[in-house]
């Protein structure tokens, strides 16, 4: 198991028992003159319409990106049908300006026409959020940390931008280092980022030797000896590196050890693999809210998915959703399916065919993760290479520019079932990338649900969310030889916040969330307060002045602590966040 998701998932817990006990803000009389009539009732919104999000990038017959299309130029079918597109835009990364459109084109009818903002490109460079995150649980490997380490290195001394900033996350929870654009501390960073990734590998069997496909389809095929081979090759290297060839029934010992062999292994890597998509997961949803152009560069050796589709295409949509392209950097750099001297010195005669296969099976299979996770999102996969960097660049380069295509479900029942997307464009000659299709949830997200997750990706962003201004200041005292008292005091700017209009009233629920942390990021204490608004013209003006303050106590013992204070609104589920180091005494 993974130590570091373990401690953050405690403090998600934690948060998720604190939101339920719906602890209630006092207002002031003013904003509580229509009293509900059951106490106990909630504020409810409709959800909106299932959205699917496709990221298109088109490229001409040498390479380059094409930046005049229209959404005239576009269609979008789901399983053979046809799709009005609802929304249209095109996004911009790179510091070259984009060729000057051919000319304005009507909107089709029933489909939108592109705003003169989006018909007028900006001719500078737009700053980014680069997100580096490094695959250190599924194929933690020391020496290809050093060659990522460099290219990130060069990256951050030669391309970033004056208004970039940039993130450094372990896939394992080891590190975590806040978006920053200050180039000198990030790179201090990048070294004690090395330090703090994990280098222990995961078990692997070396008798036989499998690969992790092999394992997973041993585990799951246990009486499948001779249709593809892996139970064979696997019994036959067992035969010889434990010498069972003369022993009485040996065969049925080596397919016994075989199959414990592959269970453990697929065991172990089937927990890594779930755990470091998760944190993925986790962690595109904590940029959601954050206003800007964001990417992740995602570092790693590959894994394979074939019993995870969905835990991956949930990874996708969550990407997707917070308008998040992932881009995968192959830490492999180049290698070769041939079986290396010590899995030679284990095979029978005429098998090394038979290992080769299952070798460059297992690579094709982590070659398809990285590949769906960048294609699926409008981003790049580079691999095969020993130069990382030019990776780096090339990412940065291919990405200038990219279209953002929405469209409505057509059915939104949670059935699990996988739907096909095209995307066609009437211009000749042009080659565009796009998500295959998408597999529909299995079960229906709630209102209730949502708000909860919602609080925790702000909680655990790497940087403070931005939609609604937020601060707050502290004091204390002593209570006895151990123990302080600390005073926070919250305060929210409403005007970002929009309330729903309802027989002459205001209306809305606003969530407060403040949480104490140690200095290793445990969690210490924490409260919510919920207020639900219902306003007269009168208080609502005042409350726009006014803005919501709101006092907070915890005791706690002397020390470093990190306080963050989320708030969320709930009827656009607009977000802001603040996060301050506090030291006591």
Known sequence: MIAGPRVRLLGAAVIGLLLSLGVVLPLEQSARQKPSKNNNEQLTYKLPVDVIVVNASVVDKKGNPVTDLTVNDFRIFEDGKEQPIQTFSLESYGARSPSPPAGPKPAAEGKPALSEQQAEKADYTQSRYISIVVDDVTSPAEDHYVSMIEAVTKFIQRDMGPGDKVALTAGSGHAQYPFTGDKELLLTQVGAFARMLSVIRPPRSTCPVLTDLQAQRISEHPDDLDTRGDLRLAMEETMNCLSLRDVPQGDRLAVNHSLAMARAQWSETDVRIRTLIQTLRQHVRNLRHFEGRKSVVFFSNGFVFQALVYDLQALVDAALRSGIVLNTVDLRELYTAAPQATQRETLPPGMAGLRRTLNEEDMSSKDGTLNKLARDTGGVYFHNSNDLYEGL????????????????????????????????????????????????????????????????????????????????????????????????VTRIDVRAIRFQEEESRRRNQIVLVVVAYDEADNYVDGLVKTVDFNLTPASYSELLKQGIASKVSFQLAAGRYKIKAVVREGMQSKMGSVNRTVAIP
């Open 393 to 488: 660049t090339e990412i940065s380069a291919r990405q200038s520019y990219y279209y953002i295509l929405t469209y409505s479900a057509p059915s939104s029942k949670p059935d699990g079932r996988y739907h096909k997307i095209k995307v066609e464009i009437s211009r000749p000659g042009l080659e565009v990338s796009y998500r295959d299709g998408y597999y529909a949830p299995k079960e229906e997200l709630t209102s209730e649900r949502r708000r909860k997750e919602d609080i925790q990706d702000a909680l655990r962003a790497p940087g403070d969310v931005n939609e609604i201004p937020i601060e707050f200041s502290y004091n204390y005292y002593q209570l006895d030889d151990t123990r302080y008292q600390i005073a926070l």
